[in-house]
């Protein structure tokens, strides 16, 4: 979050689904070359309930973990910015509709008596642990970090010990801290005001869950122009250890349309506690996109679906529009999409996919390791299309029961349609969209699409691109599509 522009300082799931069930297999993206999924944790079943974004509305800087116990815990800013609030479900789905406990509420006045932002959920040394931001009564923007804790088996039903101070290098404006281990060393990684920018990003060992045991160290400031619109910041830090790297995800800029994720990487190798060993992403790696109608995605966490995949979590908003301060806009909603890893182990984070159930990627039976993708207008199979060209989302149809239509998340408000045999990507008046999901011709485990509105005849892969057609015996593959997560 931002503060108002009179102030120096910044602050601004698959994911269970029945149709898009976690395998692991190879698929194709861009950027560092190939997708390949990350190795499942363990063999789960996927909810037959799908996930549907926005996950939790109004609920910013969202912080999901799933504990060791099965159930996922969901914390994050409510718009009041007055109280810490805990929610817990056995599937990411279920989040939505979760009870909310309150487990902590800012004092009448005095310190902590401002701004609540940005909590996060630990759980180590047999403990529960909040991190978040806190103002003051009488200076709302005095932000610092704090933490609370509990050994209680269930955070939202604790009773929490009294808020401690977490000192850093300086007694200025700080905040977004997490925490993680590495190598038997655990490490606190926080925001904090820098000399010429509002925040920069700072790593410490720790000692206990609120006091620090080496000199702060300065691993990323906001100097390139992604970074420093509205704002210079980097801030609301995450970290994912994949592939031999330590990855930290980060948030830049003001916390409207402009606001987007960077990426700092390190060797596991390497010492965390020098500057050298973290490297800046030149290029912000999640971003605004008009097509999927997702503004200003951002200060995400991580997780892992039912199935052990990857998931990005983050907020966003659906509108780019913002009257007055959007510090104060509530409508920055949690949301997740499946987190992608490209060949050469670095992660693939596509676009914000917008609001709806989960994507999905369509693999054609005929022509395996290919994937549905589109350049706006027209629909082909590629070996290595762009992740976003290559996500459709399937939703309930206009016409019979059980009929969808497919949207392109790249192209919001604008479907698969049928003109003739010619399949194509436009908006719905005027044409037929509305398909049959069907199991597959060719294999029963994939999908055939046959058109309402032409019965008998389907979806077909045909020389490369997408048509409808009557399916011949030869070409029940070519009719057949694997939805792969």
């Not at 931001?133 to 005095?142: E, H, I, K």
């Not at 209680?152 to 604790?158: K, L, R, V």
């Not at 977004?176 to 904090?192: C, M, N, S």
């Not at 906001?222 to 994949?242: C, F, Q």
């Amino acid at each position: 979050m931002n503060d108002s522009a009179n102030r120096q300082f910044s602050r601004r799931l698959f994911l269970g689904s029945g149709t898009a069930a976690a395998v692991a297999f190879a698929v194709a993206g861009a950027g560092g070359g190939a997708l390949v999924a990350a190795p499942a944790a363990a063999a789960a079943p996927a909810s037959s309930t799908p996930v549907i974004n926005p996950v939790v509305p109004q609920r910013a800087d969202p912080w999901l973990m799933k504990h060791t116990d099965g159930k996922y815990y969901f914390t994050g800013s409510v718009p009041e910015y007055n109280r810490i609030i805990v929610r817990s479900s056995p599937t990411i789905a279920g989040l939505g509709s979760a009870s909310e406990a309150v487990v902590w509420t800012r004092p009448a006045s005095g310190t902590m008596g401002g701004h609540i932002w940005a909590p996060e959920l630990h759980h180590f040394d047999g403990k529960w642990h909040i991190y978040f931001a806190a103002g003051d009564s009488n200076d709302v923007f005095r932000v610092r970090i704090y933490v609370i804790s509990t050994d209680a088996a269930d955070p939202t039903n604790a009773v929490w010990g009294a808020p401690a101070r977490v000192f850093t290098h300086a007694d200025t404006f700080s905040l977004d801290a997490t925490t993680f281990e590495h190598a038997g060393t655990r490490y606190l990684l926080w925001a904090q005001s820098d000399t010429g920018v509002n925040s920069s990003l700072y790593i410490a060992s720790m000692s206990s869950p609120s006091m620090l045991s080496s000199t702060p160290v300065r691993i990323a400031v906001p100097t390139l122009d992604w970074e420093t619109r509205g704002y210079k910041v980097n801030e609301g830090a995450a970290v994912i250890k994949r592939n031999g790297r330590i990855f930290v995800t980060f948030s830049a800029s003001a916390t409207d349309a402009n606001y987007c994720m960077g990426l700092l990487t390190a060797d596991a190798g390497a010492d965390l506690l020098n500057a050298a060993s973290w490297t800046k992403t030149p290029t912000p790696v999640f971003t605004t996109n008009e097509g999927s109608k997702q503004y200003g995605p951002g200060h995400n966490s991580f997780t892992v679906d039912e199935a052990g995949n990857d998931v990005l979590v983050y907020h966003a908003r659906s509108y780019r529009n913002i009257v007055g301060d959007p510090l104060y806009d509530p409508n920055r909603h949690a949301r997740v999409q499946r987190l992608y890893w490209n060949a050469d182990g670095t992660p693939n984070f596509g676009v914000p996919v917008g609001d709806g159930e989960l994507p999905v990627r369509l693999e054609p039976a005929s022509a395996s390791g290919t994937f549905l993708a589109h350049d706006g207008v027209t629909v082909t199979a590629a070996s290595s299309p762009a992740l976003g060209a290559s996500q459709f989302r399937l939703a309930p149809g206009y016409a019979k029961k059980n009929s969808v239509v497919i949207e392109p998340v790249l192209t919001k408000g604008r479907y698969l349609r049928v003109q003739g045999s010619s399949v194509g990507i436009a908006t719905t008046e005027g044409a037929s969209s509305a398909f049959l999901q069907r199991g597959g011709l060719s294999d029963a485990s994939g999908a055939s699409f046959e058109s309402v509105d032409v019965p008998g005849s389907y979806l077909v892969l045909r020389n490369g691109a997408l048509v409808l057609a009557k399916v011949g015996k030869n070409e029940r593959a070519a009719a057949t599509f694997f939805l792969r997560s």
